[in-house]
């Protein structure tokens, strides 16, 4: 199982969620990994042409301690793995698009993993998507499934990432003690709920967020 000691982790999708996630963990955690299906995404994020919401993360990024997949068929090296692909939005009627979301996380279960293999997923669902997910791929039974709610503000993400109030997972009970290992670092609280459980709170977040700005 994972050791995050020995095993830096892999974050895959390089939307502003990926690129805080990935550059805040290299800075202050650890040496990671990183990949974007999409190569031209990939490309902008060498040449560090980031997100114009964090213009912090020009401070942050530290090449020597990421490690650019070239394909990825090198994702299988990875024993932790974090989805962090944002949730794109519909600009005709403002829905998420979730197929979208759908059809990289069977992108990379598609993958044929070396050892247990932990894939965290971060992007904003509906509840029971990742009850869907669990099941939908019951068969790959190297693979262990968290949720991960998060909470980044725009332009404030940075702070967030590494100085969390609380972090807030999905899984089963018995996840507990790999989640402290996995972030050992944090010093904060974690809470760990059923999947369904985290993916209201994300939700609920999200709406006192949208109503404090308004």
């Not at 000691?5 to 990926?18: A, Q, R, S």
């Not at 997100?51 to 990825?72: A, G, R, V, Y």
């Not at 944002?86 to 070396?114: A, C, H, Q, R, V």
Request: net charge positive.
């Amino acid at each position: 199982m994972v050791t995050p000691n020995k095993n830096k982790p892999l974050f895959l999708g390089l939307t502003h969620m990926g690129q805080v996630y990935s550059s805040a963990w290299s800075k202050e955690i650890g040496p990671c990994a990183i990949y974007d299906f999409n190569k031209i995404i990939l490309e902008n994020f060498k040449q560090k042409k980031f997100t114009q919401e964090e213009p912090k993360l020009n401070n942050l990024s530290k090449k020597k301690k990421i490690t650019f997949l070239n394909n990825e068929n090198e994702i299988a090296k990875y024993s932790l793995i974090f989805f962090t692909y944002d949730t794109p939005i519909d600009e005709k009627n403002g829905y998420p698009k979730l197929l979208l979301i759908e059809k990289l996380i069977k992108k990379l279960f598609s993958i044929n993993y070396k050892r247990k293999t932990v894939i965290i997923i971060s992007s904003q669902v509906y509840p029971g998507f990742m009850d869907k997910i669990k099941k939908k791929y019951k068969s790959k039974k190297k693979i262990k499934l968290l949720y991960m709610v998060d909470t980044l503000k725009m332009g404030q993400a940075i702070n967030n990432f590494l100085h969390p109030d609380q972090l807030i997972f999905g899984g089963d009970k018995k996840d507990e003690k790999m989640i402290k290992l996995i972030f050992q670092k944090f010093k904060c609280k974690k809470y760990l709920f059923n999947y369904k459980e985290a993916e209201l709170i994300k939700i609920s977040i999200n709406l006192y967020l949208f109503f404090s700005v308004t």
